[in-house]
């Protein structure tokens, strides 16, 4: 089990690694220069110069890249073209907000997205089977910030239940919660039903049968345990859409998190900012997506003991 | 032995359209067909946008500003009073553009370099495999944002975007494609009879995986229409006063309480294209892969 | 290594099927998969069913436990003289794994793969007996011994990957044994296994059927696996019994021509020069009602044998369906 998760550490340094290269390279194989655009429309020449030479824009690119990296190692992403304020720290005021988001709509997936799949699958082809069905391939279609709108339309303007978002209590949440996750509770159903009926066909659902367990526990104990590890992949792969939508969500309900952060920074040009802010949420995103397959040794006994 | 010598895609008489797929059964499959009824619907329309569009897409009217729908504006107007079902018909080209351009693309340069990993394999394997998993790890719809960061917003840049992040799907699918076939008896037969590379690859790994494509296409035009929609909404996309879908409904965004069918609307059409390409995909791969199919 | 086994003549009927058919409502009208079987099991006794694959006789054996999705059964089947058709659903659940116990063709894919062996034998003890986790694991140890796993602390521990296929086979038939049920049914229990494997495990379900005096309903392709340990043998063509005798006498006299092909195609022991028998022709998935389903494939079919339908005639301890039974040889 430890050599196994030494060995899912390891195999994520290389992607690690390949990340860094690519949100370092965001601002190296831009067209215009970095310095130029820093100093503003009316610098000199000999301003821009002298900026290049502060940013350490005149080093070979490798060496520039080694100064990102120790930069980095020392929690160090320069400072907001745009505040001017050390970027580590404005995401750091960030982040909390998105996790709870992201965190808020992982939660409404899983619930939503397992309860579906099952009901889907326990009963195929039946009526609720075909709303279900429908209702999931309506939801993986549905573009997330005209979800988010029209749910601002029902609920805050005509019903007025819920706030348009604000994060000052839990409530705020709701709305941009539900928008982020019910895209990705269709998508999980849809993969629930899909791997239950898999496994319904399966020679040890016959065998649970043949034992004399009533159907709940066929399902309950025998199918659902074996479709939870397909599951588990998707909830990792999902986190990562999650988080990319979490840009879009952010955004509708005014939401100050990374997202916001990030397309705000990509429209001041702020390439600190953004920087910080793609390498921030690439980096979460590899982090649950290792959790996520460490987790399969808990589901899954044949990953455990890696025997045959 | 010689049956299985036979290559499904070579063995018919009547030439090689959609080998393995049988063709008629394809439509009594209802998704394919509603899915494609709908893709044909916004097709046409788009391609006859000149003739059909009640009004001129760009003409402006503020005396009619945000008309709600019926009357002679069948949809209403937006608050420049241009007509709503007009730039509807026309951003169905935006649409279909931005889907066939970043699908075409991604399905070009997925197919070079998943032929090259799974038919040379080697350092070029791991090489390519290594570059398809970063790619990967950075969520999709992000990745299109950094690179949009970098390209600067505008269509032609949204499109590369997103044909980037298309290319992993298209690898893979190549790459397992070629894996596979490279043992069939067929290629090995041919291979035994001195086809080169890429005569292997042209008749007999090419045809055969057109079916698979077709639906990775169908899937992948979904998800392109998306985050374009997205890209837009977040002003990293397609720029006004072109009549994009998602630019259209993130103008409506503001009127969102005075004029809701700006909103309502353009996100219905995004919805609906979205939907088919699903659906066409979904149920081709059904019946594909009749053990999905329940 | 037949065994005349005089108990099992004696003892009383366990499982009596009457005139059993099995339907499968389909899109393009129904499916005859079991045309008309009549079987008769004794406590104690080894019975095979023989057949080819589509023959009716999986079909059979799962309608007994009234476990084939989507079919319609009719006719009868009385366990203990408890018609089985006619049960509710709750009651029927409650024979599974307590009186009838089932053992599987695949071990590999029998098992579920998430929970340990021990997991597995405790649940299929607690479904039927109001017994504590501590007691249900001392039940399931003894049968696991009892099976032939020596190391059955350790098999018990165990995921079902992490054992061989024969340890696998052996773990379902305890798991089939542990409330001691009245009928086994096994659907081709060694066809998986390796060829001294499956020499073990007929010796295995001979050995228990001895200690526990359950009867066996043995479901298989190979006539070589009845002639092993069978009692008796029912051969299976398109949906219904042939002939049925005791399996000696039928190894060696077969008088329905459709049983004399099957034991032609039996591999010889000595002479691999021998060249295999086959039959010509394949089995119809819905043979004509009003002909003999063999007719087509048979050498020595007649017009009668086209225009009617043998019936099964019993006489002694034999039964046979067919116009034209092949003589007696001494």
Redesign the interface.
């Known amino acids: 089990m430890i050599g196994n998760v030494i060995g899912r550490l390891l195999q994520v340094l290389?992607?690690?690694f390949?990340?860094l290269v690519?949100?370092f390279a965001?601002t190296h194989?831009?067209p215009g220069d970095p310095a130029r655009l820093i100093a503003g429309p009316e610098a000199t020449d000999a301003e821009v110069a002298g900026l290049r030479a502060d940013l350490g824009l005149d080093q070979p690119v490798g060496a520039q890249f080694i100064t990102y990296l120790s930069n980095l190692s020392r929690g160090e992403m320069g400072r907001s073209l745009h505040s001017n304020r050390p970027v580590v720290d404005e995401l750091a005021a960030r982040l909390p907000r998105t996790l709870i988001l992201t965190g808020l709509a992982l939660a409404i997936m899983i619930s939503l997205g397992l309860a579906a799949g099952i009901i889907s699958a326990i009963k195929?082809?039946s009526l609720r089977d075909h709303l279900l069905t429908g209702l999931s391939?309506?939801g993986?279609?549905?573009?997330?910030?005209?979800l988010g709108?029209?749910l601002?339309?029902v609920f805050s303007?005509h019903l007025r239940w819920l706030p348009t978002g604000g994060t000052s209590s839990l409530r705020g949440y709701i709305l941009p919660a539900v928008t982020l996750g019910l895209g990705a509770a269709a998508m999980l159903a849809r993969l629930m039903r899909?791997s239950l009926?898999?496994i319904i066909h399966?020679?040890?659902i016959?065998?649970?049968?043949?034992?004399?367990?009533?159907e709940a526990v066929v399902i309950g104990?025998?199918a659902l345990?074996?479709a939870l590890i397909p599951a588990v992949t998707l909830i990792g792969l999902e986190a990562?859409?999650l988080?990319?939508?979490a840009?879009?969500v952010e955004?509708i309900f005014s939401i100050n998190g990374i997202g916001r952060y990030?397309?705000q920074s990509?429209?001041y040009r702020d390439y600190p900012a953004?920087q910080g802010a793609?390498l921030v949420?690439?980096v979460i995103?590899?982090t649950v997506?290792l959790l996520t397959d460490l987790s399969y040794g808990l589901?899954?006994?044949?990953q455990r003991?890696g025997?045959? | 032995m010689s049956l299985m010598r036979l290559d499904p895609a070579r063995g018919r008489i009547a030439g090689f359209a959609l080998p393995r797929l049988p063709r008629f059964r394809a439509l009594r499959n209802w998704r394919v067909s509603l899915g494609g009824a709908i893709l044909l619907v916004v097709l046409v329309s788009s391609l006859l946008a000149p003739w059909i569009s009640p009004f001129d897409p760009y003409a402006q009217d503020l005396k009619a500003a945000l008309l709600p729908p019926g009357g002679s504006h069948l949809l209403g107007t937006d608050e420049f009073g241009r007509d709503l079902l007009s730039r509807l018909i026309w951003g169905g080209r935006i649409a279909l553009l931005v889907a066939a351009v970043s699908v075409v693309v991604s399905l070009i340069a997925g197919l070079f370099l998943g032929l090259v990993a799974g038919y040379f394999g080697g350092w070029l394997d791991a090489l390519i495999m290594?570059?398809v998993?970063?790619l990967l790890?950075?969520?999709?719809?992000?990745l299109a944002?950094?690179m949009?960061?970098?390209l600067g917003p505008g269509l032609a840049n949204m499109l590369v975007a997103i044909a980037i992040f298309g290319i992993p799907g298209f690898v893979r699918l190549y790459r397992a494609e070629v894996l596979t076939l490279k043992g069939a008896d067929y290629v090995e037969a041919a291979r035994s009879m001195g086809a080169g590379p890429w005569q292997v690859i042209r008749r007999h790994i090419l045809p055969n995986s057109i079916p698979l494509v077709i639906v990775l296409c169908s899937l992948r035009a979904?998800t392109a229409i998306?985050v374009a929609?997205?890209l837009s909404?977040?002003?990293?996309g397609v720029e006004p006063p072109l009549p994009d879908w998602?630019a259209m409904?993130?103008n409506g965004?503001e009127y969102?309480?005075v004029a809701?069918h700006l909103?309502?609307v353009p996100?219905l059409a995004?919805?609906a294209l979205?939907?088919a390409f699903?659906?066409f995909g979904?149920g081709l791969r059904d019946i594909l892969d009749p053990?999905?199919k329940? | 290594m037949s065994c005349p086994a005089p108990i099992a003549a004696l003892a009383p009927d366990l499982l009596t099927i009457r005139n059993l058919r099995v339907h499968f409502p389909g899109q393009t009208g129904e499916v005859l998969a079991v045309d008309g079987v009549d079987l008769t099991l004794r406590a104690g006794e080894i019975v095979g069913l023989v057949g080819e694959s589509g023959s009716g006789k999986s079909v059979t054996a799962m309608s007994i436990?009234r476990?084939v999705p989507g079919a319609r059964s009719s006719g009868q089947i009385a366990l203990e003289g408890r018609d089985l058709i006619g049960l509710g659903a709750a009651e029927m659940?409650?024979?599974?794994?307590?009186r009838i116990?089932?053992v599987?063709q695949?071990p590999m894919?029998?098992?579920?793969?998430?929970?340990?062996i021990g997991n597995q034998l405790i649940?299929?003890v607690r479904?039927?007996r109001p017994l504590g986790r501590g007691a249900a694991r001392k039940l399931a140890l003894t049968r696991l011994a009892e099976v032939g796993l020596t190391d059955a602390a350790r098999v018990f521990t165990s995921?079902p990957?992490?054992l061989s296929g024969g340890m696998r086979q052996r773990a379902?038939i305890a798991?089939?044994m542990i409330c001691a049920p009245a009928l086994l049914i096994a659907d081709e229990p060694t066809t998986a296994l390796g060829v001294t494997t499956q020499a073990q495990i007929l010796h295995l379900l001979d050995r228990l059927r001895r200690e526990h005096g359950t009867a066996i309903l043995l479901i298989t392709h190979d006539l070589a696996v009845v002639a092993a340990i069978c009692d008796r043998v029912a051969v299976m063509y398109a949906g219904s019994v042939v002939e049925e005798a005791p399996s000696d006498d039928l190894i060696d006299r077969p008088r329905h021509p459709y049983t004399r092909a099957l034991i032609e195609a039996i591999p010889s022991e000595t002479g691999d020069r021998r060249r295999l028998y086959s039959i010509p022709g394949a089995a119809l998935m819905r043979p004509d009602a009003q002909a003999c389903a063999f007719a087509p494939r048979c050498a020595t079919a007649s017009e009668r044998c086209r225009a009617a339908r043998p019936p099964l005639i019993t006489s002694g301890a034999r039964g046979l369906r067919c116009w034209h039974p092949l003589e007696v040889s001494p």
Do not use: C
């Open positions: 290389p992607t690690l390949g990340v690519l949100v965001m194989v831009l195929p082809d391939l309506t993986i279609s549905v573009p997330l910030f005209w709108l029209m601002v339309l303007y899909s009926l898999d399966q020679d040890y016959r065998t649970a049968r043949a034992k004399g367990a009533r104990r025998h345990r074996n990562g859409i988080l990319g939508g840009v879009i955004t990030l397309v990509i429209q953004t793609v949420i690439a995103f590899i997506n589901l899954d006994p044949r003991r025997a045959a | 290594r570059g998993d970063i790890a950075f969520p999709n719809f992000l944002i950094a949009v960061a970098i979904a998306l929609s997205g909404f977040l002003g990293l998602g409904l993130t965004r969102l309480r809701p909103t309502t996100g995004i919805m979205v939907f699903n659906i979904d053990r999905r329940h | 436990l476990l659940r409650a024979l599974r794994g307590d116990g089932m599987f695949n894919t029998s098992l579920n793969p998430a929970y340990t649940e299929a479904l039927h995921y990957h992490e379902m798991m089939a």
